[in-house]
């Protein structure tokens, strides 16, 4: 009987070992890898070479683990100046917190922010500069502020006759366009563009569609070069080496974000202020929810939503990434069953808020009147398929979004 008992044991233990084998297999075909723009040093330091150069970086801007600046300077390119977005030049700075101008520790070099009194540079910051290098890492959301930054860089330098390059880098969630397209009168700077939340292209596309659709001011064009990436697979996502930002720390969490970003401006927590922001969601009054979380105080969330209180809702923790993946869509039910759990529909944190997130008013009035996720969707259709029409245009890698 021992033996018999041993024997379903081991076959246990080799189904569970195959399973997991078979699991890591679609990971590891799921996630890609690509030469990223900043490592193609023959394609752009002929582009610097007796150039005085402005750097908009953050920690993000790697070289094979070296930050660009170090690179650059070690090989003798002339930096400047360099210019920091939302959360600062080491990614450091909470959501939303003034980003202030001043020196960087490590070179020295003058750090201009581009989130703190302006989001654009003025014309004393350019005035000693010939050529603009932007290498920041997107994660292909339109409420993700860089490609707000990015576009004010590019209007700035096509005011002054500078011109940009931008180093291409992966886009995670590049593999799917999705959701609402931004009404223009929402414009704001988590979404300036009439673009859906997930628009499906690399930073360096998004570039040459801010230039070709005339979205600069005054429809001026930017003297735009991209730095391409070798071996990129759109219909791949792809790890990060760093943490884009400081509250999207795992693959899972960036790529949970498009989803999960449109309950922030609502009551309901995403973790923010716990080891797992962007896994996670929950409120006070959800108490018989499987799943519950205290937020406090941590680097990157100082004040969380909730702040030590225990939040009860939902985890994707131990959801398998190619689960995940594989949605290739918002999860737009999350949004609906979270509006309808709260039980006094005290859910808005304000309507402006949420309609800034979601780039329309219609969302928000659907949600409130009771609009199921079919019927949500089939009204984004029409404004979806005409984007990815001009999408298309723009396009430098192969295309599998839908």
């Known amino acids: 009987m021992l033996e018999w008992r ?14 997991t084998f078979v699991h890591a297999c679609v990971s590891q075909e799921i996630v890609g890898h690509a030469v990223v723009g900043a490592e193609r040093m023959d394609m752009y330091l002929p582009l610097l070479e007796g150039k005085r150069v402005g750097l908009v970086v953050n920690q993000s801007s790697l070289v094979k683990g070296t930050h660009l600046i170090d690179t650059l300077l070690a090989r003798g390119v002339q930096v400047v100046r360099l210019f920091t977005p939302e959360h600062g030049l080491r990614g450091q700075a909470d959501a939303g917190e003034v980003v202030r101008s001043g020196r960087d520790g490590r070179t020295g070099l003058p750090v201009v922010s581009l989130y703190g009194k302006t989001k654009k540079p003025q014309p004393q910051h350019l005035e000693d ?10 994660v292909g959301a339109r409420f993700y502020t860089y490609i707000s930054t990015l576009h ?3 209007e700035a330098c096509a005011e002054a006759g500078i011109p940009v390059v931008v180093f291409d880098r992966p886009n995670p969630n590049g593999y799917y366009v999705d959701g609402p397209v931004l009404d223009t009168a929402l414009r704001s700077f988590v979404g300036m563009h009439p673009v859906p939340i997930v628009y499906g292209m690399t930073i360096g596309e ?4 801010i230039n070709g659709e005339g ?5 001026r064009k930017a003297q735009l070069h991209v730095i391409t990436l070798e071996g990129y697979d759109r219909c791949k996502t792809y790890a990060l080496p760093v943490p884009p930002s400081p509250n999207l720390t795992t693959l899972r969490s ?3 974000y498009p989803s999960l970003c449109l309950l922030e401006p609502t009551h309901v927590s995403v973790g923010r202020g716990t080891e797992h922001p ?8 959800w108490t018989d929810a499987p799943y519950c979380f205290t937020p406090r105080s941590r680097p990157g969330s100082k004040n969380p939503k909730h702040k030590g209180r225990r939040c009860c809702g939902y985890s994707f923790v131990d959801t398998p990434l190619d689960s995940i993946f594989a949605w290739r869509k918002i999860q737009l039910q999350i949004l609906i069953d979270a509006y309808h759990r709260m039980k006094d ?4 944190l304000s309507d402006h808020a949420f309609d800034r997130i979601a780039g329309t008013s219609t969302l928000r009035v659907q949600l409130q009147e009771g609009w199921d996720e079919q019927r949500i969707r089939q009204s984004w259709h029409a404004d979806l398929e005409a984007f990815k029409n001009i999408r298309q245009k723009y396009l430098l890698y192969g295309d599998c979004a839908r």
């Open 6 to 19: 041993v024997f379903i044991l081991r076959i246990k233990w080799c189904v569970l070992g195959l399973l």
């Open 129 to 138: 500069i010939d050529v603009v290098v932007f290498d920041i890492q997107d």
């Open 152 to 154: 004010y860089v590019m």
């Open 206 to 209: 998004y570039a040459r569609m």
């Open 215 to 219: 979205w600069l001011k005054g429809g």
């Open 254 to 256: 960036v790529l949970l």
């Open 278 to 285: 962007f896994e996670v969601y929950g409120h006070p009054s």
């Open 345 to 348: 529909h005290d859910f808005f």
